[in-house]
């Protein structure tokens, strides 16, 4: 599986998910622009993958802001005068049960999560449709497909981003643009990090593989709908969660 030759964007990818398929994409041969809004953040990442012999520059990118959007896609397009690949990743959790959840954190993670990916879609169209060709990967979550008590805002956003992902692939594919979403189970990210042992072991515990996932697994997936092994495959969902959704 090769992406030689390939521009990719990839939002939220100074760390986690987002991180692992930076690494994996230019490990494949892709030139990755890292998108971030700590662009500070993201050089580390940079300096990881150019030690391995690949190719990456960050881009300062904002998923609320229509127009920091727009500017990064045009900076990518500037320095390389293509992109093939948007990976929109970036995303926030604000949890709580919703009689105690603030419309501030509805809004928040509403806006991050699923308007973000409006945002970075609609800029990234427009040299993808001029040039008759690219992949857009949305990452999802099992929580938007079965939800998960306390993420009410973020399930929501995640079903949100399925549905989006599903009509975007329709609208585009005359144009031979594939629109995809990735739905990871738990990963070991910040967020389970976080959890105590007793947490993790639970969390385990509902796994049929018997363990949470890695980045790397779920960039994989993202991977191979990115490549041409997945040129007739667009409005699909690929579930990464070891069996916890089926």
Not at 3 to 20: D, F, Q, S, V, Y
Not at 21 to 39: D, H, I
Request: proline letters at 2%; hydrophobic letters at 45%; one cysteine or more.
């Amino acid at each position: 599986m090769s992406l030689a030759g390939k521009t990719a964007l990839i939002t939220g990818a100074n760390r986690g998910i987002g991180r692992a398929v930076a690494l994996a994409m230019a490990e494949k041969g892709a030139l990755v622009a890292l998108g971030s809004r700590r662009p500070e953040a993201a050089e580390t990442v940079r300096e990881e993958i150019e030690k391995r012999g690949g190719q990456a520059f960050v881009v300062a990118l904002d998923v609320g802001s229509t127009a920091s959007c727009s500017e990064a896609v045009d900076q990518v397009v500037g320095r390389t005068g293509r992109l093939d690949i948007l990976v929109n990743n970036a995303g926030i959790t604000r949890d709580s049960v919703l009689l105690r959840l603030s419309e501030e954190d509805w809004d928040q993670v509403l806006d991050t999560n699923l308007k973000g990916v409006y945002r970075c879609s609609r800029a990234a169209l427009r040299p993808m449709l001029k040039a008759r060709s690219g992949v857009i990967i949305n990452i999802s979550s099992i929580v938007g497909l079965i939800g998960n008590p306390g993420q009410v805002n973020y399930a929501a956003a995640k079903a949100g981003v399925i549905g989006f992902t599903k009509s975007l692939a329709r609208e585009v594919a005359s144009r031979q643009i594939r629109v995809n979403a990735v739905a990871p189970g738990f990963i070991d990210t910040d967020m389970t990090g976080s959890l105590s042992e007793e947490q993790q072991k639970a969390l385990a515990a509902r796994i049929p593989l018997g363990r949470t996932g890695k980045p790397e697994e779920v960039a994989a997936a993202v991977c191979f709908l990115a490549g041409d092994e997945a040129s007739y495959i667009t409005g699909q969902v690929i579930v990464v969660d070891g069996g916890l959704a089926m």
